[in-house]
């Protein structure tokens, strides 16, 4: 059996996450009020932090609308492919709308890219991105990422979205694996 050890606590990140709506919150021009904010979650690892935010939103005051984008970049196991493959796209209407796009972890910075392009063209009235983890030594493409839950070192996480080979999304906690040493 690997080990894994709790590197953000369940406690640590529903407080984190509580911030950050009242950060996107004040950061709302007042017209973006007068509609829902459209979240936009790349799956799959965006699900949880989804969510959590959206009623962390609904706490602090702001009403949202939910979508996501089928969108990877991993194959099976630890390293990147280095392409960013769009799986589903997005069903709601995005023009005009104020959108807050949102992820688990932001690594190589592909991923955001990608998506922040595709959005972008699709002409919303504002955009922000918003990320659990952020790995800034792992970036090869630099992204604006304009709200962070927590700044990492390059280790390898799971949980709370982040996975290995699919395992490990729904630990309610960041944690740091550690595979047996005969393994
Ligand atoms: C993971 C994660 C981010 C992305 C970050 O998704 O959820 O979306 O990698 O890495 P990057 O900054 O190097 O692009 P992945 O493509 O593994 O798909 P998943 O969400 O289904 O795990």
Request: hydrophobic share 45%; proline share 5%.
């Amino acid at each position: 059996m690997a080990t894994i050890d709790v590197m953000i606590s369940a406690d640590e990140i529903s407080n984190r996450l509580d911030a950050l709506a009242e950060e996107v919150a004040a950061a709302l021009p007042p017209e973006a009020r007068t509609s829902p904010v459209l979240m936009i979650g790349p799956l799959k690892g965006a699900v949880m932090v989804m969510a959590d935010l959206a009623r962390a939103l609904h706490r602090a005051g702001v009403d949202t609308v939910m979508d996501f984008i089928g969108l990877s970049s991993y194959g099976a196991g630890t390293v990147s492919k280095g392409t960013v493959t769009m799986t589903s796209d997005l069903s709601i209407e995005v023009a005009g709308r104020h959108v807050l796009l949102v992820d688990d972890i932001v690594d190589t910075g592909r991923t955001l890219h990608f998506a922040q392009a595709h959005i972008a063209a699709r002409g919303p009235a504002s955009l922000r991105t918003l990320v659990v983890l952020d790995k800034p030594e792992r970036r090869v493409v630099e992204v604006p990422v304009e709200h962070v839950g927590f700044t990492i070192p390059d280790v390898f996480v799971i949980g709370y979205g982040t996975d290995l080979d699919q395992r490990y999304r729904e630990l309610p906690y960041v944690g740091l694996f550690r595979p047996d040493s005969d393994s």
